[in-house]
């Protein structure tokens, strides 16, 4: 295959694509009670702004590699970033909720196709011992740009009113679907496999119904609803079930024997720890810095903000540093760093000042940019090139799941926790058992990180082939 383009320009073309996906959906979120004053909605609806993106872009991940591989994964791409396009076309003249929820449906599939093939382009361009410098620079943008679209949206959101947070996309993607047209590599052969229908139903459902689930989850109360429970039961036997059945496959939709690859089943249970660690702070740390420390709302963005800024240049450098010297070293820093200073928040007391909270933070930033990019790289490295995509999608549809997951059964247990003891001992209380419990467990991925190994040594090819050999 030729790049005509210099490769950084792939690079760039891609960060335009997933940058404009992540910066949409975080700046999405301060407006809702400008969406429930504009179309007279209750909070209920309006949490559908944000569970519609979830959702859909849940269900297609799933197709992704099967996708690619018929059409490629320059036109599969250029086809997600303008239905992105089209979404926030349809989102800045909408005239009614269902229209705007529409919208973040069309841009959630967007995103399904886009986000799990972004390394998988960068990678067909880069070879294995350059890969770590590059996703650690995607990775930095990435991480960085969550925390920013919150500020951007509320600035937009004062200005020009919530139509701006859909149109501010236009451009940068009319921009990434042009560049992306001259840039993008070509000629990967399209593969004629068989779509595997009732693999994707079970999954799709699975995903489906347990978000939704999740997302009815309010209170313990809601856990008890009949709904809720024979959503959520009837999701996990979907998904049992479509392993069950991808496991007798010979052409699967998603090809669950890739696990039988030790770096890459290690990436995984390290980027998914790392994950649940992520989204549990971000529940966390506005109840410590709030309700327990008792400072404003704008303190949090600033110690959420500087934790992502810290993750962004310690991406850049852990990066460096799997290309240098292999995963194990990096990730087991990483791992280190982010499970001491998650200890070290369940520690802290009601007198403990801002100013310690923000060294926690942003040494917990480091430790997420030295092994959360490096492992996710790591992991992919371990794959043929052909199944790359395929393992970017099963990495990101694990933990999304799994992270959804954890932050209920954290929020269910700070409500009981709330309740059982009132008071402001009670809340710091149970705010430090779950800072304490998700500390651990990033500590306990520790030997996984042991087992990756100490030089940039790759898995022989022998292995390769006997574990994505059907059975």
């Given at each position: ?7 950084w320009?792939?690079?760039?073309n891609?960060?335009?694509g ?11 979120n301060?407006?809702l009670p ?27 991940m ?5 996708l ?5 994964r ?19 003249l ?9 919208a973040?449906?069309?841009?959630g599939?967007?995103?399904?196709l ?14 294995k ?7 650690g620079?995607w990775g ?6 969550p ?5 951007c ?10 139509r ?17 047209i ?8 399209a593969?004629?496999k ?22 009815r ?11 809720n ?9 979907c ?34 720890v790392q ?9 966390l ?14 303190w949090?963005?600033?110690v ?19 290309d240098?010297h292999?995963?194990?070293?990096v ?24 100013g310690l ?13 030295l ?18 995509t ?8 694990a ?17 009981w926790r ?18 304490m419990?998700?500390?651990?467990l ?9 087992r990756?190994p100490a ?7 022998e292995?390769?082939a006997?574990a994505?050999?059907p059975?």
């Amino acid at each position: 295959m030729t790049v005509i383009a210099p490769r950084w320009l792939v690079v760039v073309n891609v960060l335009l694509g997933t940058l404009t996906v992540s910066l949409n959906n975080s700046s999405l979120n301060p407006a809702l009670p400008a969406f429930m004053e504009a179309f007279a909605i209750g909070p209920l609806l309006a949490t559908w702004i944000v569970a519609a993106f979830m959702v859909s872009m849940g269900m297609t991940m799933p197709l992704t590699s099967f996708l690619s591989q018929r059409l490629g994964r320059k036109r599969l791409y250029l086809c997600g970033v303008g239905l992105f396009i089209g979404g926030s076309l349809l989102g800045a003249l909408a005239n009614s909720i269902a229209l705007v929820i529409a919208a973040r449906v069309v841009q959630g599939i967007a995103s399904g196709l886009m986000i799990p093939l972004s390394l998988a382009i960068i990678f067909s361009v880069y070879a294995k011992g350059e890969r770590g410098r590059v996703t650690g620079l995607w990775g930095a943008a990435v991480m960085l740009a969550p925390a920013l679209g919150p500020l951007c949206g509320s600035l937009l959101l004062e200005g020009f009113g919530w139509r701006s947070l859909f149109l501010m996309n236009v451009p940068i993607g009319v921009l990434a679907l042009l560049l992306g047209i001259g840039v993008l590599p070509t000629g990967e052969a399209a593969e004629r496999k068989p779509f595997d229908l009732a693999g994707y139903l079970l999954i799709a459902t699975g995903i489906g119904l347990l978000m939704i689930g999740i997302g009815r989850l309010q209170d313990a109360q809601t856990l008890l609803d009949p709904l809720n429970l024979g959503m959520l039961l009837v999701a996990i036997l979907c998904l049992l079930a479509f392993v069950r059945l991808e496991l007798r496959r010979s052409a699967p939709l998603l090809d669950l024997r890739l696990f039988a690859l030790r770096g890459y089943r290690l990436s995984v249970i390290i980027a998914v720890v790392q994950s649940v660690g992520m989204f549990e702070s971000l529940v966390l740390l506005p109840l410590l810095v709030q309700m327990v420390l008792g400072h404003s709302a704008i303190w949090t963005g600033l110690v959420l903000l500087a934790t992502a800024v810290f993750a962004s240049l310690f991406g850049h450098i852990g990066g460096k540093w799997l290309d240098r010297h292999g995963p194990r070293g990096v990730v087991s820093c990483g791992l280190l760093l982010t499970g001491v200073a998650t200890l070290a928040l369940g520690l802290l007391g009601t007198q403990a000042s801002i100013g310690l909270v923000f060294v926690l933070m942003m040494v917990r930033g480091a430790g997420l940019g030295l092994s959360y990019m490096p492992v996710t790289t790591a992991g992919l490295n371990a794959l043929p090139e052909a199944m790359v995509t395929q393992g970017a999608a099963m990495n990101n549809i694990a933990r999304r799941l799994v992270s959804s997951l954890a932050i209920v059964i954290a929020a269910l247990w700070l409500e009981w926790r709330f309740s059982a003891e009132s008071g402001g001992a009670g809340t710091l209380a149970a705010i430090n058992e779950v800072f304490m419990v998700t500390g651990i467990l990033i500590l306990l991925a520790l030997p996984c990180a042991w087992r990756f190994p100490a030089g940039a040594a790759e898995e022989p090819a022998e292995a390769l082939a006997a574990a994505i050999e059907p059975h």
